[in-house]
């Protein structure tokens, strides 16, 4: 809370705005709802984490997280919604990291597909979350998969329009069709290697970022 009537204070002198109490009131409530949601999430992940999504019951949620069930279900619905939510959350955090390998390598097609990909395959072969979820897929609690799959086109959606926008920023000549498809075709092998890997994520990287440039030559 001390955070935000900082933050006001700063913009205040900034803009020479007076901050209202309504408006810091509705600020505190903000963060203070961040807060509560964020700590929802950790309990839900530590949780699957420890003893599999199949085994985790919204009141163990609640519990570890100090909130009631009732808040848990108002801020989150149903259980389907709390693991949606906490895939995602692994997504962004992971996308995040891909944004900061693309921007390392500009005009460097190869180059930053190679590194993109290394860092999603060597991410998800190290997230305790998500090889949760592979795990609990392969002894046949396959509940939380088709968030990344079939069901989570919100996920593919995220990590696609990311690579599209860095592609066409960065040369802004290529032709949107053709990366249109390219990107298609690069996120979905991408998830077809985290869930089924069979080389090491720089080999993969390395064949990935060379059908890149291939595509684009």
């Known amino acids: 809370m001390l955070d935000i009537l900082l933050a006001y204070v700063k913009q205040a002198r900034q803009t020479d705005a007076v901050a209202t109490v309504p408006d810091i009131r509705a600020d505190l409530r903000a963060d203070g709802r961040r807060r509560v949601r964020e700590a929802m999430l950790d309990a839900a992940h530590d949780l699957t984490v420890s003893q599999g999504w199949a085994r985790v019951r919204m009141a163990s949620v609640a519990a570890a997280a100090g909130v009631s069930r009732q808040t848990l279900h108002a801020e989150l619905g149903t ?6 939510a906490l895939v995602l959350r692994e997504t962004d955090r ?9 921007a390392r390598h500009p005009g ?6 190679e590194a993109a990909v290394r860092y999603t395959l060597q991410g998800t072969a190290t997230s305790p979350l998500l090889q949760a979820v592979l795990t609990g897929a392969a002894g046949g609690d396959a509940s939380l998969l088709p968030l990344l799959t079939s069901r989570g086109t919100a ?6 329009q990311l690579l599209r926008t860095w592609m066409l920023t960065d040369d802004p000549a290529r032709d949107a069709a053709r990366v ?5 075709d690069l996120v979905r092998l991408v998830v077809s290697h985290a869930l089924l890997p069979r080389q090491a994520p720089e080999v993969v990287a390395r064949r ?6 291939l595509v684009t030559d």
């Open 155 to 160: 996920v593919l959606d995220r990590a696609s």
């Open 94 to 102: 992971y996308l995040a990291g891909v944004g900061d390998a693309l």
């Open 79 to 84: 259980k389907e919604a709390l693991g949606q």
């Open 180 to 184: 249109d498809d390219l990107v298609d």
């Open 208 to 213: 990935l970022a060379r059908l890149a440039r």
């Open 108 to 113: 460097r097609l190869e180059a930053a597909i």
